[in-house]
């Protein structure tokens, strides 16, 4: 049996005029994470969130009683230089830090924002540090990234906690579901079937069966739980088509 289902609604869909009480409503209606997307504009070309909003918000959602437990700030790490912001979002109140491959195997091994270095790190290494800081971490590929660059690093003394299969091309929301990038969570949920895997870009109600057919678990919905006119309803339906397939 896959892990349990959770729920990471996006709140790059939220109404940032009022996001913390947006968040502690989201979490009302059901859902298990938040999902908190984090881009540099280089990494990606958007702009959205820095630590400083993560640390507002943390305050409206009351931390996870146990890993992985319910308020998890879950945050998708779009950035050139993963490693250099640990530390800070860590402050911030971030629970599960999911950086992506793509960038980890070309950043440095600079530890803060202000900090300059010519070595550089790797996934494994960058996997360590997060967990030394105490937390969760999770490790994210493109659409256009193979997945078994994977097998080595979910080998490895230091696993991730956390696999993001990206569903669409990361930086903007609202983009259409990717269903060939399926087969690449198929690959891992039988490599290892206690993995939690996070599928994230046009999930909904019409999408949901396939990505939970595939293996996914971790479902991040953005406008389709933002948007709807009943977004409990809209939770409820995405845990169920992952729950009757576990």
Same mark, same amino acid.
């Given at each position: 049996m896959s892990p349990q289902a959770i729920i990471a609604p996006s709140i790059l869909s939220a109404d940032f005029a009022a996001l913390g009480a947006a968040c502690s409503d989201t979490i009302t209606h059901g859902a298990d994470w938040l999902h908190i997307d984090i881009m540099d504009?280089?990494?990606?070309?958007?702009?959205?969130?820095?630590?400083?909003?993560?640390?507002?918000?943390?305050?409206?959602v009351d931390r996870p009683k146990s890993a992985r437990g319910? *308020?998890?700030?879950?945050?998708?790490m779009m950035i050139a230089e993963p490693k250099k912001w640990v530390q800070e979002f +860590? !402050?911030?109140?971030?629970?599960?830090y999911c950086f992506h491959y793509e960038a980890a195997v070309t950043s440095t091994a600079a530890e803060s924002p202000a900090d300059y270095s010519e070595s550089k790190t790797s996934p494994k290494e960058l996997i360590q540090y997060i967990h030394d800081q105490g937390m969760l971490a999770g490790i994210a590929i493109k659409p256009d990234t193979p997945v078994d660059v994977l097998w080595d690093i979910?080998? *490895?003394a230091e696993k991730p906690d956390m696999v993001l299969v990206m569903t669409v091309h990361p930086g903007f929301g609202? +983009? !259409?579901?990717m269903a060939s990038e399926l087969p690449k969570v198929k690959a891992l949920r039988q490599r290892y079937p206690d993995l939690d895997i996070e599928v994230d870009g046009g999930l909904g109600e019409g999408t949901i069966d396939q990505a939970a057919e595939a293996g996914a678990n971790v479902i991040v919905a953005g406008s389709a739980v933002f948007g709807a006119k009943d977004p409990a309803d809209?939770?409820?339906i995405?845990?169920?088509a992952v729950e009757k397939r576990r």
């Open positions: 504009g280089h990494f990606v070309p958007n702009l959205t969130f820095g630590p400083s909003v993560v640390t507002k918000i943390r305050s409206h319910k *308020g998890t700030f879950d945050c998708h +860590q !402050k911030a109140g971030c629970d599960l979910l080998e *490895g609202g +983009q !259409k579901f809209v939770i409820s995405l845990r169920e």
